[in-house]
């Protein structure tokens, strides 16, 4: 009793632990339909790069259907080419356009039991283009209450976004932020800011 008064009457000595670093899951989604298939092979080559500092990485890509290729990019040591992508997995389905409302609703069936809302990044590379089709916002809302953060990453100049079929705009309202990636300097400052 008498040794407790020094510490304010706490009888025993309290040690803390050391916060630990937190290493997210990361999923990519990424769009590999004709008009952004090469940006979609860079930065699904870069995100697999740094797979390293996440306790667990998963891959998608899509067109108007969706398909998980991570063990296919493991296999090939992330050395393929977007045709290469279209042949061994199974994403044209009806019309080989992008289609986001059937897309969202598929990825939800395949992932939604693996969401962690307090360890899950989903990163979506695309330009946002659904071809006047159903956005599904609803679908990609429920699926942000599901991950910890959503980023955006689209190719296209911030200044064509939400022209023609572009919903960028509703798609950001479910994204804890969205990026215009179209250089090198771009695409460094959106991974420091996810990382």
Do not use: K
């Amino acid at each position: 009793m008498r040794r407790s008064l020094s510490t304010g009457g706490v009888p025993l000595d309290i040690c803390f632990d050391r916060p630990r670093r937190h290493r997210p899951d990361l999923i990519v989604l990424s769009d590999i339909s004709g008009s952004v298939a090469e940006f979609s092979l860079f930065t699904l080559t870069l995100m697999t790069a740094l797979s390293a500092e996440l306790s667990r990485a998963r891959t998608f890509v899509f067109v108007d259907g969706v398909d998980e290729v991570t063990d296919l990019l493991e296999a090939t040591g992330h050395a393929i080419e977007p045709w290469q992508l279209m042949r061994n997995s199974d994403v044209v389905r009806a019309t080989g356009h992008s289609d986001y409302g059937d897309v969202l609703d598929e990825f939800w069936e395949l992932t939604s039991s693996d969401l962690q809302p307090t360890s899950t990044t989903l990163l979506v590379t695309s330009d946002a283009r659904n071809n006047y089709r159903s956005p599904n916002i609803a679908r990609l809302h429920e699926i942000a209450r599901r991950c910890r953060r959503v980023y955006w990453l689209n190719p296209e100049p911030r200044d064509e976004w939400d022209t023609a079929d572009s919903l960028m705009a509703q798609y950001s309202e479910a994204c804890s932020a969205t990026f215009e990636v179209r250089t090198l300097r771009q695409l460094q400052a959106a991974v420091e800011r996810i990382i």
